[in-house]
């Protein structure tokens, strides 16, 4: 055994010449949802609207760097398509394992297992929140479009001011995002490979919680998503 070349300065060698991908260069584009989509807008030098207010409300102009509007691919399509690269902290890339059959393969005997179905988990991402609110705003509106919650209610029952709006579900061609893309890059910043997950939409928003010992400890959102299928490109 000794007598042997070790294969250690190979592996070393493999890593200098390859190199490794770090977990920290990464970011997230989220395609905004119909139901949102038209109440985004682009900055530009004299600012914008507030983009994060839901329809019906107007609010102070702030300005909107993260937006960035880009043309569908089919030049004849002038529809455009906004998409928003948020300040996301930490990111989950989506887990994928193979659903399982067992068969006998002559009625007894060994075990053959087969595979049928993959099953995708549910992957999470967590947000840094800005001093005005608007990260925090865009998901509990995102929240609000897939299903009405915002309505105020009197001992449980709905305010009807509001109509019969309450618990209202939307149509999910206008509440998912069309494409939420997480972008994996070299310490030279150049792209790796890209996950893209497709009609994706908030299952869940946790949140750090409130407390004065804290002091300047920065405010975190965490979302868990759902989605219809994936690809790394």
């Not at 939307?170 to 792209?191: C, F, H, M, P, R």
């Amino acid at each position: 055994m000794f007598g042997k070349r070790s294969r250690i300065n190979e592996f070393r060698q493999e890593i200098l010449n390859h190199g490794v991908q770090v977990a920290s260069n990464f970011d997230v584009e989220i395609a905004l949802p119909r139901s949102l989509r038209e109440y985004v807008t682009v900055s530009s030098a004299s600012g914008g609207g507030n983009w994060f207010d839901p329809p019906g409300q107007e609010g102070q102009e702030r300005r909107v760097e993260t937006v960035t509007v880009t043309a569908r691919t089919s030049p004849a399509n002038l529809q455009k398509t906004r998409k928003i690269n948020m300040r996301c902290e930490a990111a989950t890339l989506p887990d994928i394992s193979m659903a399982t059959v067992t068969n006998l393969r002559h009625g007894r005997g060994t075990r053959d297992i087969v595979p049928y179905s993959p099953i995708y988990y549910e992957p999470t991402l967590t947000f840094l929140g800005d001093q005005e609110g608007d990260v925090y705003r865009f998901f509990n509106n995102w929240v609000n479009s897939i299903m009405r919650i915002d309505h105020n209610t009197i001992d449980g029952i709905p305010d009807m001011r509001y109509g019969d709006q309450l618990y209202e579900v939307g149509y999910k061609k206008d509440i998912v995002s069309d494409e939420l893309t997480i972008n994996t890059y070299t310490q030279a910043k150049e792209s790796i490979y890209s996950v893209k997950l497709f009609n994706a939409f908030p299952t869940s928003i946790f949140q750090t919680g409130l407390n004065w010992a804290a002091g300047t400890e920065l405010m975190r959102f965490t979302v868990v998503f759902q989605y219809k299928d994936f690809k790394v490109i």
